[in-house]
């Protein structure tokens, strides 16, 4: 009897902390409302002239396109580009500096 009450009262639990809060999307969705905005031009008198208003756009070409922070954005092929290093020494099938010789690791002590 114990056993089945426990039961119970585990299920009521679970069903009551399942149901306990309501998604945000649902409550959002349904508050969004169309908003119509109306242009109205004012009336020009017959002895003015009417000035044409420039809004000027800056536009920056830059070989390297930037995220917002500043750095360079790695999506773009010309940012991927590697920076080629001329190794000192013998180097391995891959391509990377030999660490067993000497002219190498007096090449990475420097540069480090």
Same mark, same amino acid.
């Given at each position: 009897?114990?056993?089945?009450?426990?039961?119970?009262?585990?299920?009521?639990?679970?069903?009551?902390?399942?149901?306990?809060?309501?998604?945000?999307?649902?409550? #959002?969705?349904?508050?969004?409302?169309?908003?119509?905005? #109306?242009?109205?031009?004012?009336?020009?008198?017959?002895?003015?002239?009417?000035?044409?208003?420039?809004?000027?756009?800056?536009?920056?070409?830059?070989?390297?396109?930037?995220?917002?922070?500043?750095?360079?954005?790695?999506?773009?092929?010309?940012? #991927? +580009?590697?920076?080629?290093?001329?190794?000192?020494?013998?180097?391995?099938?891959?391509?990377? +500096?030999?660490?067993?010789?000497?002219?190498?690791?007096?090449?990475?002590?420097?540069?480090?």
């Amino acid at each position: 009897m114990k056993k089945l009450l426990s039961l119970i009262a585990i299920a009521a639990f679970g069903l009551t902390t399942a149901f306990a809060q309501t998604p945000a999307t649902a409550t #959002k969705a349904k508050t969004v409302a169309k908003k119509e905005v #109306k242009t109205t031009t004012a009336p020009v008198k017959a002895g003015e002239k009417q000035e044409a208003k420039k809004v000027e756009t800056k536009t920056t070409t830059t070989a390297t396109k930037v995220k917002a922070d500043g750095t360079p954005d790695k999506r773009f092929k010309e940012n #991927k +580009a590697k920076a080629v290093t001329k190794v000192a020494g013998p180097t391995k099938k891959d391509g990377t +500096a030999d660490m067993r010789y000497k002219a190498n690791k007096a090449a990475t002590a420097k540069k480090n």
